[in-house]
């Protein structure tokens, strides 16, 4: 990469871990909705699962939620770094899967009804400079 | 007996555990030899055969295990259901029976799980080299850890957190003592697979798996396999004396998947089709939780055993925590839940655990469970679900 590159691009190009995580302007997910019963999803229909109309239109989801559930896996796959906590958010109705990021990973830590907030970071860079970007929520102060 | 009743003929499960010098069809065939002895039939009196064997499931476990034991040429099902592969498997030879296309049929449930670590999670291939986006979620790496947990004592883990979330009172401590309970339930079963009594310190001090879900609160993958002959009212009612004082009424046979429900995209809602098939076996039958002098139900996890008292009805809603905590699950409670050992001990090799459970709720009903008979058992409930997910109750009735 030549001088004038690294100074054009002070920021390397990033990419959503998945598609459903929009990072601009701020980092939010965002979720397929069904236009005729509201119906949620984060992957493509082809058909509302819950009342089969074929209409879609993109929502953004709430940023902030509730801890609904969780467990803290200490045994996973190999690759897979542990512990960590899978959870369950209730943002403002949606439900969404992520890991709460940035407390502890024990139950002293982590209780269920805790407001949590989205949180994004850097889960590494490829060949070609690219960062991918991943999310989870953290506690909300 | 009315001629469209449907019988449990004769039915036997295989010890559960580890059998490193038998086969998927040795053990089909052991447990399928088994079940026409205890009928007292032979196969060239089956018209139909269901036969369920997850983790091969292309293999065509069913054409496999005619040859070992007899080709007569009738038509195989092999079935495949997740967790509920056996129940599935029973429920099509009933089907075939109440269609009229037959009036006997054989249905068998195998699987060779022995040492098998976690089934699901984690992935085979490595990070790409440039991130280019994959799958239905367009992602970029594997997701498995990165958001949340494919694992199932991790799934299953928050579908019991989840409860005690909505109702209070689910804390380490009380899973540890539902696995206290099937673990202290198997030491009077020579057929499951663990029979070890365990301490609530010795549980919850154990290996961590997915908090709140500890090894021993986890279901043991083993070897096994289990088998039963079902037959048409009709047809049992021309056969011996002895054989119709043994069979046992299927009172209700039902199947159910999981219908929409918001948050079923990110974590599977095994309570809602289990409700269901539940409200729909009950009504089949005629019967209420309240008739029930034993249930096996589906503790693939301890966290799972929780939210089923509650999905089957056997306490009010949201009281599972009090249902437990009232001793009312002990096989000397009220509703004695798993005295088998349940999955977490006596074992659960996939395929043969839909069978195997009804094979345990007969053993009572028929009054001959030995050491652990539930004295003056008339009726049963056996419940499987399977992830993804499909749900199977049966409800059994001791002859009249």
């Given amino acids: 990469m030549s001088d004038y590159e690294i100074m054009a691009s002070p920021i390397p190009p990033q990419i959503p871990l998945v598609e459903y995580l929009a990072l601009e302007p701020e980092p939010h997910l965002v979720a397929h909705e069904c236009t005729a019963c509201g119906a949620r999803f984060f992957d493509r229909r082809n058909a509302c699962a819950a009342c089969f109309a074929a209409e879609f239109r993109d929502v953004d989801v709430a940023t902030t939620g509730e801890l609904r559930s969780f467990t803290i896996v200490s045994f996973a796959a190999p690759g897979v770094p542990v512990p960590f906590v899978a959870a369950l958010v209730d943002c403002d109705g949606t439900s969404v899967r992520g890991n709460l990021v940035n407390t502890e990973p024990d139950p002293d830590h982590v209780t269920l009804g805790m407001k949590v907030k989205l949180a994004t970071f850097p889960i590494g860079t490829d060949s070609a400079g690219t960062e991918a970007i991943g999310y989870g929520f953290e506690p909300a102060a | ?400």
């Fill in chain 2, 1 to 400: 007996m009315a001629s469209d009743d449907i019988w449990i003929l004769g039915i036997t499960m295989t010890k559960f555990g580890k059998h490193p010098e038998k086969d998927t069809v040795d053990l089909a065939a052991e447990a399928a030899m088994g079940a026409l002895a205890d009928a007292d039939v032979n196969m060239g009196d089956m018209g139909v055969l269901a036969a369920g064997n997850l983790m091969s499931a292309a293999a065509g476990i069913g054409q496999q295990l005619q040859k070992q034991i007899g080709q007569t040429g009738i038509p195989v099902y092999n079935v495949a259901n997740a967790c509920a592969t056996g129940a599935t498997a029973l429920r099509t030879a009933i089907m075939a029976v109440k269609a009229g296309e037959c009036d006997m049929g054989l249905a068998v449930g195998v699987e060779k799980l022995a040492g098998a670590g976690l089934l699901a999670g984690g992935s085979k291939k490595d990070d790409a080299d440039t991130w280019s986006p994959r799958g239905r979620f367009g992602a970029v790496a594997p997701l498995d850890g990165r958001v949340g947990t494919d694992t199932m004592p991790g799934v299953f883990a928050q579908i019991g957190m989840e409860y005690g979330h909505r109702y209070g009172g689910a804390t380490f401590d009380l899973f540890a003592r539902i696995s206290e309970k099937n673990h202290a339930h198997s030491t009077l079963n020579p057929l499951a697979a663990y029979t070890k009594k365990m301490s609530v310190d010795e549980i919850m001090g154990d290996l961590m798996i997915a908090y709140p879900n500890t090894r021993p609160m986890c279901s043991a993958n083993c070897d096994g396999a289990a088998a039963a002959v079902v037959v048409s009212g009709e047809r049992l009612a021309t056969l011996s004396g002895e054989q119709r004082r043994r069979a046992v009424k299927v009172s209700a046979s039902v199947l159910t998947t999981d219908p929409w429900q918001e948050s079923c995209q990110v974590l599977p809602d095994v309570n809602t089709l289990t409700r269901n098939a539940a409200r729909q076996a009950y009504e089949q039958a005629g019967v209420g939780p309240e008739d029930l002098d034993l249930v096996e139900l589906h503790d693939c996890f301890a966290t799972a055993e929780l939210v089923h008292y509650d999905n089957l009805m056997l306490c009010p809603e949201g009281g599972a925590v009090d249902f437990f905590e009232s001793g009312a699950t002990w096989r000397d409670g009220s509703t004695p839940v798993n005295v088998s050992g349940g999955l977490e001990s006596k074992g659960h090799p996939i395929a043969a655990t839909g069978i195997a459970n009804i094979w345990e709720i007969c053993h009572h009903l028929r009054g001959e469970a030995g050491d652990r008979q539930i004295e003056g058992a008339k009726v049963g409930l056996a419940h499987v679900i399977g992830l993804g997910s499909a749900c199977g109750v049966h409800i059994l009735e001791k002859a009249a």
